[in-house]
């Protein structure tokens, strides 16, 4: 067993980490606090963190990106979210989609979206599923409901395809240039014989995007929704098979991970970040400020405190990193959903544990603490986590 | 204390019974049932509009403020011949819940403008100042009460201190001097004063030069030299702020009753407001449930209700156990303080029951504000809609005062029957 990093992978950390608290965590708390939801982006952070390869991590070197392996991944991914996670999903949530491009896209749609993807700083990728109707549906069909799941209905016309129906909640709708839509081609089929996969442009004709959901965490984070009314998407952004949708990335089985495994990584990596700002902060906190004129750390009940949230991260650490190296060794394993489960508890206990070290001041809750706990919360809504739970305990069985 | 406590329930009109009884009187029925009925059809239709949700902007809506007070809700436990229902601990319990699960804000604001009216006007005046204070409180549904008695930078907390005697402190820095009048000028800042932005009446704690103790006077809020500045965004049930005493000059005959601190004192200890925001607390799971079942009745996965799916049917069942248990622990802390004869011949353990109900309630209540929140899937992280308010609200019980660690403490002195020194070491 070996755990050291190489030097590259501790280049990677060590930008990601200077990146994160140069640049990221002096707007973190000044971005959560915008009431509106649309203004809380910055397309800012967004060109300096391109311009350093943070948009483009997962692109193979061969299309212009840094193709970086899943450790590096990883460990960039927990560096920026140490500053903040919104921000640092915000930029991973195009290698999620990057890595479906290189594995599922043929040649020429690499040539038609790759390159531009990796010229344009500003060009960030989302995919819809999420439906009003269709949450858990599309993660778990009911075997006795063959209709459940999205319904999205796209339709051939010639050339073209004519998309109709709306999909919500999408990540990065809207600011995005590039969209996977997964939407019904067969509606009498159950959902995974009858669903295929488009890309679509941001400027396709009959395809805009409705308002911005306004979260209680990730607020930097933009989701939203996707209205679709005779929207015109050519037969070329077909990906895959039509009616084939569910068997993208090429490998079927627990993909290594060519898009929606590599979500599970991301999420837990994700949180590792959160949970080593958590202990960080608590911490210095513990250990700056008095009460009943001895420092805070002084009391065994915090020592305590500390101690769990330090024990829970560091096994989440553990974790993560055997994940992306079993990914890296394209090793076939649940371990990812498991880990991404185990990081909802852990992310969680952590920002409530450093929450309770800080307490009130006056009466006065620091933004810090509350940020942290909200962005956690995401993680109990994301896909459904008791879905993800048992979709995972179904792949093991 | 005990005196006192048989002074305000020989006015008592709704009552429980001696005996452990948790079958409410048909007057306790009726005035939760009314209640309930506020909430439902008033209260909520404005207070859960998604303009209102926002966590950092929750004006008060003063119209059903004053309905709520029509209802009586503002001199609950007021005594009787003073005006008020003189509703004992635990209806003033039940009907905090229901106006919690309408807004905890509220209902905060109302338990305890209750609560200290019952300490205020039932024993702490004279006749002469009851004359005065009641009719302006009376009367005057915009009049809520404030206790100001914290003091900035003040740490009231055990951590340290544990088992171990506190350091003496000279923590009040409000002082009320003479005036050439023979009233008081006073001088000072309070801080994360409950019921401040809204109070018509504020009793405060000031030192009077010459004098060992601290004395309280009540002044009207609209005394000149006197200004309040809400605090924003505070962690904290319903409005709360600095009030800050400027060269403000009130009369002499406003100073209360030496036992007057006692009082305010032994309430403390009594557990009962601990006891009301344990209430509040149950109200604001409580609504997080009703909401999620509602939800899960209505949301349509998996080919059938999510309901009806093992894994959210648990999942509303762990938050329908941690309720009732909730409930059970904070009318039992309720009823004890109705009783304290019940702690006298040991039916009760001598444990800080209050303290207790508020360590299980606040932890049980955010993990079911959580569970329901769950149940609502992406949407349930959504700001317009009420469960984010709820999950807030949750986190502000668990942590906006003291928090669980601070209450442990506390209960742990209590099982091995520490005893504080009055008076501590002021030189070592």
Redesign the interface.
């Known amino acids: 067993m070996d755990f050291a990093l190489s030097n590259e992978q501790r280049d990677w950390q060590i930008t990601a980490r200077k990146f994160a608290d140069e640049e990221i965590r002096p707007i973190s708390l000044a971005r959560d606090a915008i ?1 509106t939801a649309r203004e809380t982006f910055d397309w800012e952070i967004v060109k300096k963190g391109s311009k350093l390869g943070f948009r483009t991590l997962a692109v193979p070197k061969e299309y212009g990106g840094h193709g970086t392996d899943f450790v590096t991944q990883a460990l960039v991914m927990a560096e920026l979210a140490r500053a903040d996670s919104a921000i640092s999903k915000t930029f991973s949530q195009n290698w999620k989609w990057s890595h479906l491009i290189s594995h599922a896209c043929t040649d020429e749609q690499k040539d038609r979206f790759l390159r531009p993807f990796v010229a344009d700083d500003t060009f960030l990728l989302g995919k819809g599923i ?1 439906e009003p ?5 599309n993660r ?1 069909p ?1 075997a ?2 063959p209709k ?1 799941g999205l319904k999205l209905r796209a339709e051939r016309k010639g050339d073209e395809w004519i998309l109709n129906g709306e999909k ?2 999408i990540a990065n709708a809207p600011v995005g240039k590039l969209f996977f839509i997964d939407a019904r081609t067969d509606p009498s089929a159950p959902l995974k014989q009858g669903t295929t996969m488009f890309l679509v442009p941001r400027d396709t004709p009959g395809f805009r995007i409705g308002k911005v ?5 990730w607020r930097f984070y933009q989701n939203g929704e996707m209205i679709f009314e005779n929207a015109r998407v050519p037969h070329a952004n077909v990906v895959g098979q039509i009616n084939g949708a569910t068997r993208k990335a090429g490998g079927g089985g627990d993909d290594t991970t060519g898009g929606d495994i590599f979500g599970d990584l991301e999420l837990c990596a994700n949180a590792l970040g959160i949970c080593d700002d958590a202990c960080q902060v608590a911490m210095r906190h513990a250990r700056a400020v008095k ?4 420092y ?1 750390f ?2 065994q ?2 020592q305590l ?1 500390i101690n769990k949230m330090y024990m829970l991260t560091e096994a989440l650490r553990s974790f993560v990193l055997r994940v992306a190296w079993e990914h890296d060794m394209k090793v076939r394993s649940c371990n990812a959903g498991l880990a991404m489960n185990f990081s909802t508890d852990v992310v ?1 206990q952590v920002t409530e544990l450093y ?2 070290v800080r ?2 001041e ?4 620091d933004h810090h603490s509350d940020k942290l ?1 909200r962005d956690s ?2 993680w ?3 896909a ?4 993800q739970r ?1 979709k995972v305990a179904r792949r093991l069985s | 204390m005990a005196e006192n406590k048989n002074r305000y329930s020989g006015n008592v009109k709704v009552q429980g019974s001696i005996m452990y009884n948790l079958h409410l009187t048909a007057e306790q029925l009726e005035i939760r049932d009314m209640v309930r009925d506020f909430v439902t059809h008033e209260l909520k239709p404005v207070v859960l509009k998604a303009d209102r949700l ?1 966590v ?2 929750r004006s008060l809506p003063m119209a059903l403020l004053d309905k709520a007070s029509q209802l009586g809700l503002r001199t609950l436990s007021l005594a009787e011949d003073h005006g008020g229902a003189g509703a004992d601990q635990l209806t003033c319990c039940t009907v905090t819940e229901e106006l919690a699960a309408g807004d905890a804000g509220i209902a905060a604001t109302f338990a305890e403008t209750s609560r200290l009216a019952k300490i205020l006007f039932g024993g702490a005046m004279t006749d002469a100042q009851h004359a005065r204070f009641l009719p302006l409180f009376a009367e005057n549904d915009r009049c809520h009460l404030a206790l100001a008695n914290h003091e ?1 930078g003040n ?1 009231e ?1 055990l ?4 088992h171990r005697p ?2 003496a402190a000279d923590d009040i820095k409000t002082v009320a001097a003479r005036s050439d009048d023979g009233g008081w000028i006073v001088n000072g800042v309070k ?2 004063v409950a019921n401040a932005p809204v109070a018509g009446l504020i009793a405060v704690a000031a030192k009077i030069p010459g004098q060992a103790d601290a004395g309280i006077l009540v002044i009207q809020t609209d005394t000149p030299g006197l200004s309040v500045r809400a ?1 924003e ?4 049930h319903g409005p ?1 702020g600095e009030v800050t005493f400027k060269n403000c000059r009130v009369p002499a005959a406003n100073l209360l009753g030496g036992e007057t601190a006692e009082l305010l004192a032994a309430d403390e200890r009594s557990g009962r407001g601990n006891a009301l925001m344990q209430a509040v607390n149950l109200g604001i799971g409580r609504a997080a449930y009703e909401a999620a079942i509602d939800y899960a009745k209505l949301r ?4 059938r209700p ?1 309901a009806e799916h093992q ?2 049917g648990t ?1 509303l069942a762990d938050i329908a156990v941690k309720l009732e248990v909730a409930r059970a622990a904070v009318w039992r802390a309720a009823w004890a303080c109705d009783h304290p004869e019940a702690y006298a011949d040991r039916s009760l353990s001598d444990l800080p029951l209050q303290t207790i109900a508020q360590v299980f309630t606040r932890q049980a209540m955010l993990e079911a504000a ?1 569970d329901a ?2 149940v ?3 949407m ?5 809609i009420p469960m ?1 308010k709820y ?2 609200d949750a ?2 019980s668990l ?7 601070e209450a ?2 506390r209960i742990a002195e209590a099982l091995l029957g520490y005893r504080r020194p009055a008076l501590a070491i002021a030189a070592e």
Request: with cysteine; net charge negative; proline share 4%.
């Open positions: 009431p999420s109707s269709a949450g858990s549906d778990l009911p006795d409901d459940a919500c909640f959901f306004n979260k209680s965490g009460q009943g004129g001895r805070l002084e009391q009940i915090v405190q969680q929450m309770d307490g009130v006056g009466c006065v809750m706990v919360f995401i109990s809504h994301l459904g986590d008791t879905v048992m | 926002d950092g902007d900035p740490d907390s951590g340290v201190n544990y506190v350091p801080d994360c605090h965004g505070a962690w904290h709360c349509v996965q998996g080919g999510i894994a959210i999942k959580k929140a769950e609502f899937g992406a349930g992280v959504m700001r317009d984010q999950a807030h986190r502000v942590h906006g005062s003291d928090s669980n660690r442990k403490l």
